[in-house]
C-alpha cells in the first residue's frame, strides 16, 4: 500500500483533472488486462474515443460513465452521493416535540380490578 499525500484538486486546473481522470482509467483498463479495442466495444464507442478519454482530452461526460461501466469502477460515484442532512437546530427542535415519557394508564370509573 502506498501513502499518498493529499492532493489539492481544486488547485489543479481542467486540463490536469482530465489528464487525471484519464489516468485512472487506463490504470483500471490495463489492470484488468484489457485492450483499447476490447475495452472500446464493450462501451460502445471508438477507440479513438478511449484514446482520447485516457489522454485527459475532451470527451462527453456519457462515455466516460460507460467506460467506467465496463471497468466497474462506478463506485467512485460514491463520492457524488447527495445526503440529506439535519441541521443542529432542526434535531434539536425534533427531539423537543418527541415523547420524553410515558403518560400514566387511566382506569375506567375506579372499577378497576386489580386482582387481588
Not at 501513502?3 to 487525471?20: C, F, G, H, P, R
Not at 467512485?76 to 423537543?96: G, I, N, Q, T
Request: aromatic fraction near 6%; proline fraction near 1%.
Amino acid at each position: 500500500m502506498t501513502d499518498k499525500s493529499y492532493v489539492n484538486w481544486a488547485q489543479m486546473t481542467d486540463a490536469a483533472l482530465a489528464e487525471t481522470i484519464g489516468a485512472f482509467v487506463k490504470h483500471h483498463r490495463v489492470r484488468q488486462n484489457m485492450s483499447q479495442d476490447e475495452t472500446a466495444e464493450a462501451a460502445g464507442i471508438s477507440r479513438s474515443t478511449l484514446s482520447l478519454l485516457e489522454r485527459g482530452e475532451g470527451v462527453k461526460l456519457s462515455t466516460l460513465i460507460q467506460v467506467m461501466r465496463v471497468l466497474n469502477v462506478l463506485h467512485v460515484m460514491d463520492a457524488f452521493e447527495v445526503r440529506e442532512e439535519v441541521s443542529p437546530l432542526a434535531y434539536a427542535k425534533l427531539k423537543k416535540k418527541s415523547r420524553q415519557r410515558a403518560s400514566a394508564k387511566r382506569s375506567s370509573g375506579g372499577n378497576e380490578d386489580l386482582g387481588w
